[in-house]
């Protein structure tokens, strides 16, 4: 069963057929198997890495790279002590970082548990609540003012019905929503007998065939895309890398030079190699990696008290020298309408007032002065 059908375009009655279903909805024992065919209705984060590969990332920037080839020769000079600490700074560096990205993927974890909310349902014409993730194709769903929309549903009844699509296609205003059949093919936001997943009932109440679940949905098909964008270095890494290049560069021609003397002064090949390395381990700073790492453990912790969850040590920095801040809202708990109210500017905090997006209100100081 196919799920790249254009429902809008088709009546309720033919997908009724297609999908297998009746208006009385599935039965648990049918729901089932559909679990096993379809998988669960989630979104999977393919990006989601083995602990271990996590923690290898740890050691991929180019100053701890610099900083293992100084550890390596260090030993090879018999200068174990220095070996020994580089390697130490080097290991306690990547649990850091790695205690921190895992901490913070446990806790998107939680949030992802603790924002879903279970699904109404038809199993044989009873209404029932079930789980979001065991919603199939083919279930018939019914939806109420203030409930997220758990699927892309076709709708086949409608009573006042608008939803707020702005998550999915901009749309700032509810939608009306209808379950009559469209006749020609139209844009994703014109598509008034459709509701999706990640989109939320403003009013009215409607029941519906869910037609796609999971990655198979239009936010899953989204989900893929942003998936398959490699990961940008941050600002920070970028200038780090730069640094350890130069570091390189110059422990090299410094190592170099150093047994290039010291053979012109008859050293020996033995000590001239001594000279030279110990001089191209010594130009490392063994201890800036650690110290960065702990700045920017230090900028999570105090992030953390502000209820703040930063993913990567990294980000922090990034943060300071951020000029454009993207967030969402639901509409669940609020107006689905994003304002500001508080403004920091010369020096003083200052409140603005008003309600939502009414063109009303005024920006006052502390002392109440507008």
Request: some cysteine; aromatic content about 6%.
């Amino acid at each position: 069963m196919k799920q790249e059908k254009a429902f809008y375009l088709q009546s309720v009655k033919d997908i009724l057929t297609l999908l297998g279903t009746t208006a009385e909805g599935l039965s648990d024992e049918e729901a089932g198997k559909r679990i096993e065919e379809y998988g669960k209705n989630e979104i999977i984060s393919i990006s989601k890495k083995p602990w271990w590969v996590t923690f290898l990332l740890q050691f991929k920037d180019v100053l701890i790279i610099v900083l293992i080839v100084a550890a390596a020769m260090s030993f090879a000079i018999g200068n174990y002590r220095d070996g020994c600490i580089m390697l130490i700074i080097v290991i306690v560096n990547a649990i850091i970082g790695y205690k921190q990205e895992f901490k913070a993927e446990q806790i998107m974890e939680s949030l992802k548990k603790l924002v879903q909310s279970p699904a109404k349902v038809y199993r044989k014409g009873q209404l029932t609540e079930v789980s979001q993730d065991t919603i199939v194709p083919g279930d018939i769903i019914f939806l109420e003012e203030g409930d997220k929309i758990p699927a892309d549903i076709r709708i086949t009844e409608a009573f006042n019905l608008r939803t707020n699509d702005f998550s999915l296609t901009g749309e700032s205003m509810p939608q009306g929503k209808k379950p009559d059949t469209i006749k020609k093919p139209c844009s994703l936001a014109d598509r008034d007998n459709m509701a999706y997943l990640g989109t939320t009932v403003a009013s009215g109440t409607c029941k519906g065939i869910a037609v796609a679940t999971g990655m198979a949905t239009e936010v899953g098909k989204i989900a893929n895309l942003t998936q398959e964008e490699k990961e940008a270095s941050s600002p920070l890494q970028k200038e780090l890398a730069v640094i350890a290049n130069r570091i390189a560069i110059f422990a090299i021609f410094t190592g170099i030079a150093l047994f290039a003397i010291s053979m012109w002064e008859g050293l020996g090949f033995n000590l001239a190699i001594i000279y030279g390395l110990g001089i191209a381990v010594a130009v490392v700073p063994q201890a800036l990696p650690m110290q960065i790492t702990v700045a920017l453990a230090n900028g999570v912790a105090r992030l953390a008290r502000k209820n703040a969850v930063v993913k990567k040590l990294s980000s922090v920095e990034t943060l300071g020298s951020t000029n454009v801040l993207a967030t969402d809202k639901t509409g669940t708990l609020t107006k689905n309408e994003m304002t500001v109210r508080h403004l920091w500017f010369d020096g003083k905090e200052n409140e603005i007032t008003g309600i939502g997006y009414e063109p009303k209100g005024t920006i006052q100081d502390e002392e109440g002065r507008e």
